[in-house]
């Protein structure tokens, strides 16, 4: 799943009062170590808003909190298959991935502070010029592993996984775009997911 995709606002409140039924966060992670790309979906959306809050309250800055939101849930991904409920809440599983992720961003940031006023750097660093750099070498970074990993996927499974997660389409968008029905598109972009998930993992 390529780091350029970006987190999706949290679905709004239906509009004629009732109260949507919360999501089974836990049943739709065990679902998305099963490699169910729908559930994955759904799942993001119930989970992205309290993901992106904690990063914003560990590192108190917006765009490297988004950043740290889509490493997380992306890691979410590749790792639901580690997740055991015995031991807590899914939500709970979740949310210390993001804080260590969080926790270790400022870290590296203070480190690399410290490694800077070790060499003697007298020149002032535009700060938001840094981020900029760090950002793009790891969009850079991320989207050439995914590209690597989807060398290993049927043309038919990176058509729509180009559509869907480089392009930004739905999955109904891409579908029509296939030419196909959305069922079968889902289910390329479902194995496709699967596929390149594995592709990944192996390089970890």
């Known amino acids: 799943m390529s780091a350029e995709r970006h987190l999706r606002a949290v679905p709004d409140a239906p509009s004629d009062g009732a109260s949507a039924p919360a999501p089974d ?7 998305t170590a099963l490699g169910d790309a729908e559930a994955y979906e759904r799942l993001y959306d119930a989970v992205a808003g309290s993901v992106f809050g904690l990063a914003v309250r560990v590192v ?3 765009d490297m909190a988004e ?3 889509q ?11 580690r997740f055991d ?8 599983w979740i949310l210390t991935i993001t804080h260590r992720r969080a926790v270790d961003r400022v870290r590296s940031e203070q ?32 989207s050439a592993r995914v590209r690597a990993g989807m060398d290993s996927l049927t043309e038919r499974q990176r058509e729509a996984l180009e559509l869907t997660y480089f392009k930004g389409f739905t999955q109904r968008e891409a579908a029509d775009a296939l030419g196909v029905p959305l069922g079968t598109a889902k289910a390329r972009i479902r194995d496709g997911l699967i596929k390149l998930r594995d592709a990944l993992g192996g390089e970890r």
């Open 25 to 31: 966060v836990t049943s739709l992670l065990e679902r």
């Open 60 to 62: 108190r800055d917006r």
């Open 67 to 69: 950043d740290i939101a």
């Open 71 to 81: 490493e997380a849930l992306v890691e979410v991904w590749h790792r639901a298959s």
């Open 85 to 92: 409920r015995s031991m807590g809440s899914a939500r709970s």
């Open 111 to 142: 480190a690399h502070s410290t490694r800077m006023r070790a060499h003697g750097v007298r020149e002032e660093i535009d700060s938001a010029e840094q981020d900029a750099v760090v950002n793009v070498m790891y969009r850079e970074w991320e």
